[in-house]
């Protein structure tokens, strides 16, 4: 089975430091996807970043980026040059690539709160 | 403007009744979702539909029912069957059935046992 471990409930950053949020998983699967979802205050969720784990390259987008070590089953996010609006839950989650379609199977971490200091 | 649209954005509940959240994409998607949040609590998967008049269970599927008579309307009834409902539901969707596909999530309606 797999799991989603986000061991931060909260983190606090200064705006415009870069801040580094935490996410291990556990697959015994070798083809998978990890993701990032961010739910602002008004609740709806916005994926932020997504990486498939064949690919050696963290992926990146714009000020935000991962650090996936799949050896290590870590696939943290670092956010660069923090703005206000970057304040919300940001949730981790994996899902099988060979399923069978759709994403019935992805696993959510319990998230991380963040909250950036003016 | 494209999205997903979930009503009400509040809900109570009797005790003993059925009530129905609504879903609504008008993003042209193939698949759609109903999660559950619980406070401190990530998602947990409640029934998905890969297509039309089709849909499996998720995690926690008990005391939920689905319908999927249209691509663009997903319904979710709670029923008297689920003895703990209060909770946040956010209903998604995605443009395909790929593993690596991006969700596209409603605002969610809370639900609340009077």
């Known amino acids: 089975a797999q799991t989603v471990t986000q061991s931060q409930p909260e983190m606090s950053v200064q705006e415009a430091e870069t801040v580094t949020l935490s996410c291990t998983y556990d697959?015994?699967?070798?083809?998978?996807?990890l993701f990032w979802y961010k739910q602002p205050p008004s609740r709806q969720m916005i994926l932020v970043i997504r990486?498939?784990?064949?690919?050696?390259q963290n992926a990146t987008e714009n000020r935000f980026s991962v650090n996936f070590q799949k050896a290590a089953k870590s696939f943290s996010l670092k956010i660069s040059d923090s703005q206000l609006g970057d304040a919300a839950m940001y949730f981790c989650?994996?899902?099988?690539?060979?399923?069978?379609?759709?994403?019935?199977?992805?696993?959510f971490g319990k998230g991380t709160k963040l909250s950036v200091k003016p | 403007d494209g999205g997903i649209t979930q009503s009400p954005k509040y809900l109570f509940r009797k005790e003993g009744q059925n009530v129905t959240l609504s879903c609504e994409q008008n993003?042209?998607?193939?698949?759609m979702y109903w999660y559950r949040q619980d406070p401190g609590q990530g998602l947990r998967l409640i029934y998905y539909?890969?297509?039309?008049?089709?849909?499996q269970k998720g995690d926690i599927a008990e005391g939920y029912s689905v319908s999927r008579e249209k691509k663009e309307s997903f319904p979710l009834t709670v029923t008297s069957a689920q003895k703990n409902p209060t909770a946040f539901y956010l209903c998604?969707?995605?443009?395909?059935?790929?593993?690596?596909?991006?969700?596209?999530f409603g605002s969610g309606t809370q639900l609340s046992v009077l």
């Open positions: 989650a994996s899902g099988l690539m060979n399923y069978g379609g759709s994403q019935g199977n992805l696993i």
């Open positions: 697959t015994s699967e070798s083809d998978y996807y």
């Open positions: 990486q498939e784990a064949y690919k050696q």
């Open positions: 993003l042209n998607h193939d698949a």
């Open positions: 539909s890969q297509i039309v008049n089709d849909f």
């Open positions: 998604a969707s995605s443009w395909g059935t790929a593993s690596n596909e991006k969700l596209f």
